[in-house]
């Protein structure tokens, strides 16, 4: 389980968009039964529900710009879960965990699966083209 890097989002490629997806329901139903305990995911639980709900929205968001189709009423019901704690969604709300060092753990996360032949060559050149800059700039480590 990861919630990948929002600044991630645009460029993951399409399957592991849809990937993500399934994440984020699956972590809301664990959640919701009070059995997520995964270490790359559990933090979620440390923050208001708005922040979970603002990655999901971001997702949407993503799908929306590809003509992905998503099942509107598994969204309906994510929102729901998370409106609990009321607010408007914004897509700039994000965990303090998604830092500069975070991304970086993605991006070589993504590196070794385009090294591994799990993303074409075209997927890992937008990855790189579009995030490369922000981790070599960074002193956040």
Same mark, same amino acid.
């Given at each position: ?38 270490? *790359?995911?559990?933090?979620?639980? $440390?923050?208001?529900? !708005? @922040?979970? &709900?603002?990655? #999901?929205? +971001? ?43 975070? *991304?970086?753990?993605?991006?070589? $996360?993504?590196?070794? !699966? @385009?090294? &591994?032949?799990? #993303?074409? +060559? ?20």
């Amino acid at each position: 389980m990861r919630l990948w890097h929002y600044k991630l989002i645009p460029y993951l490629p399409k399957d592991m968009l849809v990937s993500q997806w399934r994440e984020c329901i699956a972590i809301k139903r664990q959640w919701e039964k009070g059995t997520l305990k995964h270490r *790359l995911v559990s933090y979620v639980m $440390n923050y208001n529900k !708005k @922040y979970f &709900r603002n990655y #999901i929205y +971001n997702v949407v968001l993503e799908f929306d710009k590809r003509h992905i189709n998503f099942n509107e009423k598994l969204y309906e019901e994510l929102i729901d879960f998370c409106f609990e704690d009321g607010g408007v969604v914004s897509c700039n709300l994000m965990y303090p965990e998604h830092n500069t060092r975070y *991304l970086q753990q993605c991006y070589y $996360n993504l590196q070794e !699966k @385009y090294d &591994r032949g799990i #993303i074409t +060559n075209d997927e890992w050149q937008l990855i790189h083209k579009n995030i490369y800059g922000e981790i070599v700039r960074s002193d956040d480590f």
